[in-house]
C-alpha cells in the first residue's frame, strides 16, 4: 500500500502567543513549532498500516523552509520519504491554500491511502483534510479511531476497500465501509506514539525530501483581518497568595461566595 | 437569504441546530431565512421547525439521504446551492457538519468559516470571531466572495435567543435525485462502546485532571481532592487517550457534557473540545501554571500555580 500523511507544524502547546505589528498573524520568530499533535497520530498510524500490509509511507506538508524540521522528524519515525510543498506564504495560508497546494503535489503519486490529523493546533479550520479528498477526487472519512484494511486491497484483486471506527459525539462511534482510495482525518488517541530512535534520526538524513514549488492559482477563502486575546466571558477572580493561603481563601469562597461546596 | 442546514437524526432534530438558527437571525440582519432538512422522508423534525415559525422549511428528500453521508448530502446540498443561491449557508459545528461541510465547500467553491463564535455586520458583509491556536487567540476572520458557508461553535449562541413568528413556517418539499451508485460510503449501525457506568452528568461536583497532572501514578492527588469534596473524578481527552482514566470519565466533545455546581479543573488548558463539555457548570475553579491558559477565560475563580502544591493545601483546608 502507498500512503501519504499530510503534517503541519504548529506553535508548542507552551508557546505564549505574541502577535506580529499588524495584528494579522503571530509574530513567527519567538515561536518555537512542533508536529501537529493529530498528525502525530495520523503518522503513527500510518506505520502501523506499513508495517501489517507492506508498502510505503509519504509525508507530505505545505509550508515554509522550517517545516522541513518536522518532515525529517517523520522520517525519523519511520517514513520513508517526504514531499514539502514550500513556500513562505503558506505559513499562514488557509484551508483551501494548503489542500490545493498539497493536492497539486500528490495528485500525480496516486497514494492508496491519505492520512491527515482531524485538524490543525494553529488555525484548526478542520478542513484541510476533507478538502484535500475533494480536490484529488477520493472519498473520505472523518474523526477516525480504527483503520482495518481488506486483505485484498493494493494487490489487485478484488477487494472491498477497508472498514474504519468513525468517532460521533457523546461517546457513540459508527464503522464505515469504504472503498480505496480514500482520505481519512485521524482522531488524536488511535494508537501509541512512538518516537524516533538514533538510528531512525541517522536514516532520515539520507531520505529523500522533494521539495515543490507553490502551484499558481490558490486565492484565499478567508482571510485574518485581526488577531487578539480572547475577550473573557466571565470575570475570574484570581486568587494570589502561597499554596496554603489561596487554598483557605477559594474554600472559603467556595463555601461562603459560591455555596458550591 | 439565509440558509441554515438542520440536523437530524432517525427524526429528532440535533439541539445544535437551533443554537444555529439563532445565530442566522443574528447574521440575517432582517433578511429571509431557510431551513433546509435533509432525510428519506419530512418526517416530524419538519413539524418541529416549522413551529418556531422562523422562515420557510425546506424538506430536502430521498431515500439515499438515510443514513447520513458525506458524499450524499453534498450531493443533494450541492444542488440545493446552486438553486436557492443563499448569500450564507449557517450550520452547527458538529462532527457531522465537521465531515460534509468542507466537502461541500470545496465542491461549490464557497468559502467555509468553522467554529464560529460570535461576528458583527450581517450577510456576506459580517466579519467572524473564530478560535485559533487552541482558543490562545480570538481570530477575525473575513470570506472572500460573494457568498459563505459558516458553522457556529456550539454553546455559543443561546437557543433560547430565537424570535419564534407568530404563526408555524411553510413546509415545501423538493425531492432530489440522489445516485445512491455515487455515495461512496457504507455506513453501519451508530454503537457505544461500552455501557456508560458512570453518569457524570448528574454529579454534583467534578474534579477533572489534565495533562497537568503529568503521570499517572499522580492521579491519587486529584483522587484524594474528589474524595474531600464529594466530587466524581473526571479528565480531559489526552488522560482518557492515555489510558490513565476510562474513556467514560471524558468530558469534552466526545465525551460527556455536564453542567455540575462545581466544576475544578487542575492542569487543563481548555482547548475548546474541552470547553465546550464543561462551560455552562455553576462555579468553575481552574488551577494551571499558565497564567494565559484558555480554562481561565471561563473560570469563576483561578489559582496560579504548581498543582501538586495547591491541591495538598486545599485538601488539608477542606478537612479542618
Redesign the interface.
Known sequence: MKIAVCIKQV?T?????R?RDDKTW?REQDASFEMNEPDAYALEESLRLREKHGGEVVVCAAGPSRVQHVLREALARGADRAIHVEDESLGSAD??VT?GALASAMADEKFDLVLTG?QS???????T???L???LGI?????IMEIQIDAAAGTGEETRGMRVKR?????????????LP?LLTI???INQLRYATLKGIMAAKKKEIRKVARPDGL????????????????Q????PGS??E???E??R??RDE?R?? | MILVIAEQRDGVLNRATWEAIAAAQQLAGGDDLQMALLGAEPGAAAQELAAAGAGEIVTVTNAALEPYTPDGYVLALADLIGTAKPQVVALAHTYQARDFAPMLAARVRIPLVTDVTGFTGTGTQATFIRPMFQGKLAAEVRPTGAACLVTFQIGAFRADGIQRGASASPVKNIAVTVDRSAIRQRPEAPFQEARQAVDLSQAARIVAVGRGIKAQDQLPVAETLAKAMGAELAASRPICDSGWLPMERQIGSSGQTVAPKLYVALGISGAIQHLVGMKGSRTIVAINKDADAPIFEVADYGIVGDLFEIVPALVAELQK
Do not use: C, N, Y
Open positions: 506553535p502547546r507552551e508557546w505564549q502567543p502577535l503571530i484551508a483551501f489542500a482531524l493546533d494553529d488555525q484548526g479550520h478542520g478542513q483534510g476533507v478538502v479528498a475533494e480536490r472519498p473520505h472519512s472523518t474523526i468517532e460521533l459525539e457523546g461517546g457513540w462511534f459508527q464503522w464505515i465501509g469504504m472503498p480514500a482522531q488524536s488517541g486565492e484565499p477563502s478567508q482571510q485574518i483581518v485581526g488577531l487578539a486575546l480572547p475577550v473573557r466571558s466571565k475570574t477572580q484570581m486568587i499554596p496554603a489561596a487554598a483557605k477559594l474554600v469562597r467556595l459560591a458550591a461546596l
